[in-house]
């Protein structure tokens, strides 16, 4: 009987391994430049901590189950969660605190383009600090990742979930809020028009729709958008304050880190769908190309409540993760990822069955210098042995015979050109090295 993999995963064989592999390790390399440590963390958790700030949609999506002693636990749906749970019992841990993750994690949604059901986040956490210069530094390593990738055409979407709450309480939905949220977040998916159809589902007149999808337009000043914030929520205190903050992270975007201009957008149709961030949130939007387009690589924000929530104390925090597959997804849209695997230097192949004891020792020598080295353990004839050295796009072979053995001598061939010389070991490594 043959089994097929689990809806909404993947199996990722070479070279889409090494293209996953290769945006961690790009992502690893950011987050150490910029002083993170990286935590690592169960891939279960209690269902209760899932749940306790989920929000909604999210609690849905949880794979959760009974272990054999009546515990309810689940699958991880993201990593902050943990690493919250982790600094609620270690609350004396320095502050401020920052930490990486890449890792696998599960939701039960309608696997699609871009989606699974397991899938790899590579994200930060910056804890202990309530300053804006925390978001900025979250914001502009995120965006240097991206740059370093190679990706360009993506812009940062910023707002904060004040300014959406108080949307929500001036047009009467505090009580529908999280309806109403999933309402404005189906802008970029679905359009003006279906969000207008949803906000007239859950009550609003025409006038205040148009009045809603006016707010959400998006200006191409950011500080134009945030005076226009302002204007429509005098009098709702909590969401000046957010509009303040971002009209401070885009100033420090700007001058501090460099980043462009066009690329900073404030978007008040950004909400987020997990139900701890507090104030300020933000999306990495790529704009892509004909094959990937409006793509969400990365989001986060602050949830300045979760390590209370987890049963420490009152501890501000930041953080964003990044989607790795649809990163790759954007890479491979922009032609990025050639050429991702990993390659394997050399095989060693003996021209007799009294010479693989020699072809393993030269294989080890080779590998103590740094080459990556397969021996053929196939016993297949020299040709044999070739045809599948090309298949694995390897860039020499070294072959032991009789003759080249005894004199201290091996045959190195580049598989490339298809030359051949007769050499010793010490030269084979130089020519392979460059």
Not at 239 to 257: F, R, V
Not at 266 to 279: C, L, P
Not at 352 to 364: D, G, H, M, T, Y
Request: hydrophobic residues 40%.
């Amino acid at each position: 009987m043959k089994y097929s993999r689990p809806r909404g995963t993947r199996d990722y064989l070479p070279p889409e391994s090494y293209e996953i592999r290769r945006v961690l390790e790009k992502a690893r390399e950011i987050f150490e430049l910029y002083g993170y440590s990286e935590v690592i963390t169960p891939a279960f958790e209690r269902l209760e901590l899932l749940e306790a700030k989920a929000g909604p949609e999210i609690k849905e999506q949880i794979y959760w189950f009974k272990d054999k002693g009546g515990r309810l636990l689940g699958l991880r749906f993201d990593v902050t969660t943990s690493i919250a749970r982790i600094v609620a019992s270690s609350p004396e841990l320095p502050k401020p605190m920052r930490f990486y993750y890449l890792a696998p994690v599960w939701r039960y949604e309608e696997p699609q383009r871009g989606r699974l059901r397991e899938f790899w986040q590579a994200g930060v956490e910056l804890i202990g600090s309530s300053h804006i210069d925390a978001d900025a530094e979250v914001i502009a390593l995120t965006y240097r990742f991206f740059r370093e990738l190679g990706l360009s055409n993506l812009t940062v979407r910023i707002n904060d979930r004040r300014i959406a709450d108080a949307l929500a309480v001036k047009y009467g939905l505090s009580e529908r809020k999280d309806e109403f949220f999933r309402a404005l977040d189906k802008l970029y998916k679905q359009g003006r028009e279906r969000v207008g159809l949803e906000l007239r589902k859950l009550g609003l007149n025409v006038g205040e729709v148009e009045e809603v999808l006016d707010f959400i337009r998006v200006e191409e000043d950011p500080f134009k958008t945030v005076n226009k914030g302002m204007e429509a929520l005098k009098g709702y205190e909590q969401a000046y304050e957010g509009l303040k903050g971002i009209n401070e992270l885009i100033s420090i975007l700007l001058d501090w880190y460099g980043l462009p201009r066009d690329v900073l957008i404030v978007d008040f149709s950004i909400v987020r769908g997990i139900g701890y961030y507090t104030g300020l949130v933000f999306e990495f939007l790529y704009e892509g190309t004909a094959e990937v387009r409006n793509l969400s690589l990365a989001g986060g924000g602050r949830y300045d409540k979760l390590i209370e929530v987890c049963g420490g104390p009152n501890i501000p925090a930041t953080g964003m993760s990044v989607g790795v597959e649809r990163v790759v997804m954007a890479l491979k849209g922009e032609g990025l990822l050639q050429n991702a695997e990993a390659s394997k230097d050399v095989i060693v192949v003996p021209t007799e069955e009294n010479l693989r004891k020699a072809s393993v020792s030269i294989a080890e020598e080779l590998r103590s210098k740094g080459i990556k080295a397969v021996v053929d353990v196939n016993h297949r004839n020299l040709r044999r042995a070739l045809e599948y050295a090309d298949k694995l796009n390897m860039r020499y072979a070294i072959i032991i015979g009789r003759k080249e053995y005894e004199t201290g001598k091996i045959v190195l061939k580049d598989l490339k050109t298809r030359e051949q010389r007769e050499v010793e070991l010490e030269e084979a490594v130089r020519m392979i090295k460059g």
